[in-house]
């Protein structure tokens, strides 16, 4: 698959996994967050189903394992992000 393709989904993935936490998000940090989780996802992956099989490629498996890796590293960027507003 081309690079382009990958960051296309990697765009993608992001995208929707910051939107389903509420946190906007530029095209280049969307793109960020998809390649970055699909890495992630991948790491998941092989903790759940014990297979030492890659999800980084195009299709059903690869894209769950990319979302939920995105939606574990926008949960890790929402959990460090410095509070705004006034803190009394």
Do not use: C, D
């Not at 509420?22 to 189903?49: K, N, W």
């Not at 030492?52 to 574990?72: D, E």
Request: aromatic fraction near 12%; charge should be positive; proline fraction near 1%.
């Amino acid at each position: 698959m081309s690079v382009i393709m990958y960051i296309i989904l990697g765009g993608l993935v992001g995208w929707l996994a910051s939107k389903l936490f509420g946190r906007e998000e530029g095209i280049m940090a969307s793109i960020v967050i998809g390649i970055v989780g699909s890495f992630i996802g991948s790491f998941i992956s092989r903790l759940f189903t014990g297979s030492n099989q890659s999800y980084l490629a195009l299709g059903w498996n690869g894209l769950f394992w990319s979302l939920i890796g995105a939606l574990a590293l926008v949960a890790v960027l929402n959990a460090v992000r410095r509070p705004r507003g006034h803190i009394v």
